[in-house]
């Protein structure tokens, strides 16, 4: 398999928006740049991920994405339940940290190792694995299904450790 594989900033910035990410979904032709537009394309949503930008974040998703976390045995259909169940995350959480450790892409898939960090002040998740109050420390992988241009599918397998902050 040919895969590529860059930093999140490769080619994407905290520059390119969601527009210019858009704007590429059909001017892609070779192999490496359809790769480098998953990549891209990845890479903004993960920086419009966060409560000010949730809505530009999911104009990357399909209309009918699915988002799930299978250890947890929850998944959210479409873009009204992923968007309710990310506002539920961002009014419950705080000192929010995310560390990207690995990523790589096929035109149809990306693949996205990462840490994430943060205290629980509330009900931030379904089937919870620690309790409000607890610090977490999260190592995620998340696979990204590419379609169209769009992001139809993120799958992430969690594993959750409670952390002494």
């Not at 990357?60 to 009204?80: K, M, Q, T």
Request: aromatic share 10%; with cysteine; glycine share 4%.
């Amino acid at each position: 398999m040919n895969d590529l594989q860059t930093p999140c900033a490769g080619s994407a910035s905290r520059a390119d928006s969601v527009d210019a990410i858009l704007s590429r979904r059909s001017t892609t032709e070779s192999y490496e740049e359809r790769c480098q537009y998953a990549l891209d394309l990845v890479c903004v949503y993960l920086q419009e991920e966060n409560a000010q930008r949730l809505d530009q974040c999911l104009r990357l998703c399909a209309f009918d994405a699915v988002w799930e976390a299978p250890l947890r045995n929850v998944s959210y259909d479409g873009l009204s339940a992923i968007s309710a169940n990310y506002q539920k995350f961002f009014r419950n959480v705080r000192d929010l940290r995310f560390a990207l450790l690995e990523q790589f892409a096929t035109p149809e898939r990306v693949f996205v190792d990462s840490c994430v960090s943060f205290t629980m002040t509330g009900d931030a998740f379904d089937k919870s694995p620690l309790p409000v109050g607890a610090h977490a420390r999260v190592r995620r992988l998340n696979t990204f299904h590419i379609a169209d241009g769009l992001i139809r599918r993120v799958t992430g397998y969690e594993i959750w450790e409670q952390d002494a902050a």
